[in-house]
C-alpha cells in the first residue's frame, strides 16, 4: 500500500534561512509525487510535481525538490524563507490515472524574525 | 474559471442533524474526492468519484454518503451529525484519466457539531 511520511510536524525558522522538509514515500511502482501548502484557512495549493525525467523539480514561490530514488525521498527546499511561507506543507505521492492521491500528515512551518 | 468551489464556508450542527455539502468544479475533471482534515492527521479520504455515476470509499467513509451529480457536483452528505464529525472538509478534482492526476482543491468547510 502506498504511505507518505513526513518525519517533522512542526519546524522553526528564522526569516531569510534556507529551509528542507522532509519527505519519505512507500510505493510500488514509479511514484508520482506533488508537494501542496496550505495557509491557515485556505484550501491547498500545489507547489511542485514530479512526474519523470529530470529529478530535480522548481515550483512555484522559490520552491524546489529532488526525487532520490534510492532514498524514497522527494524532500522540499528553499533557499531563503520569507515570512509568507509560514503555512502547513503536505507531501503527496500517486499514481496514472484516477486513483487518490495519499497525504502526508504534514508538516507545519513557522518562521521568525 | 472558478475551480472548485463550495458551500458553506462555516457550518454549525446539533447531533442528529442532517446536511449536504456541496462542491463543484468547471475544469471539465472526471475525478472529484472528499478529504476531512483534523489536527495531527493529515487530509482523510472520505470517498472519490472516478468518474460520473461511480463512487468509491476511501479511509473514513462511515457516517458519510456521496452523490456525483453530474460531472461537474460531487455531493457530500451527513445523515445524523455526531460531534466526531467536527472537521474541515476538502473537495477536490483532478484532470482527466490517462494523466497524472494532480487535484485542485476548494477552500474548505468548517463544521462544527455540538
Known amino acids: 500500500a502506498q504511505s507518505v511520511t513526513q518525519p517533522d510536524i512542526h519546524i522553526t525558522v528564522s526569516e531569510g534561512a534556507s529551509l528542507e522538509l522532509r519527505c519519505n514515500y512507500s510505493?510500488?511502482?514509479?511514484?508520482?509525487l506533488f508537494w501542496y501548502v496550505q495557509s491557515p484557512g485556505q484550501g491547498l495549493q500545489l507547489l511542485l510535481k514530479?512526474?519523470?525525467?529530470?529529478?530535480l523539480v522548481q515550483g512555484i514561490k522559490g520552491f524546489e525538490a529532488e526525487f532520490k530514488r534510492s532514498q524514497s525521498s522527494f524532500n522540499l527546499r528553499k533557499p531563503s524563507v520569507h515570512w509568507s511561507d509560514a503555512a502547513e506543507y503536505f507531501c503527496?505521492?500517486?499514481?496514472?490515472?484516477?486513483?487518490?492521491?495519499?497525504f502526508g500528515k504534514g508538516t507545519r512551518l513557522s518562521v521568525i524574525a | 474559471n472558478a475551480g472548485v468551489t463550495q458551500t458553506p464556508k462555516f457550518q454549525v450542527l446539533k447531533t442528529g442533524q442532517s446536511m449536504t455539502l456541496q462542491c463543484a468544479q468547471d475544469?471539465?475533471?472526471?475525478?472529484m474526492y472528499w478529504y476531512r482534515q483534523d489536527p495531527g492527521m493529515g487530509l482523510r479520504l472520505i470517498y472519490y468519484?472516478?468518474?460520473?455515476?461511480?463512487?468509491d470509499k476511501g479511509e473514513v467513509p462511515n457516517g458519510y454518503n456521496v452523490s456525483r451529480l453530474n460531472k461537474r457536483e460531487f455531493s457530500l452528505r451527513l445523515e445524523s451529525a455526531a460531534p466526531s464529525q467536527t472537521s474541515v472538509y476538502f473537495c477536490?478534482?483532478?484532470?482527466?484519466?490517462?494523466?497524472?492526476?494532480?487535484?485542485?482543491f476548494g477552500p474548505g468547510t468548517r463544521l462544527t457539531v455540538l
Open positions: 477536490a478534482s483532478s484532470v482527466p484519466a490517462g494523466s497524472y492526476n494532480e487535484q485542485f
Open positions: 514530479y512526474f519523470s525525467g529530470d529529478t
Open positions: 510505493y510500488g511502482a514509479t511514484p508520482y
Open positions: 475544469m471539465n475533471h472526471n475525478s
Open positions: 468519484s472516478a468518474s460520473e455515476g461511480t463512487t
Open positions: 503527496a505521492v500517486g499514481a496514472r490515472g484516477n486513483t487518490p492521491l495519499v
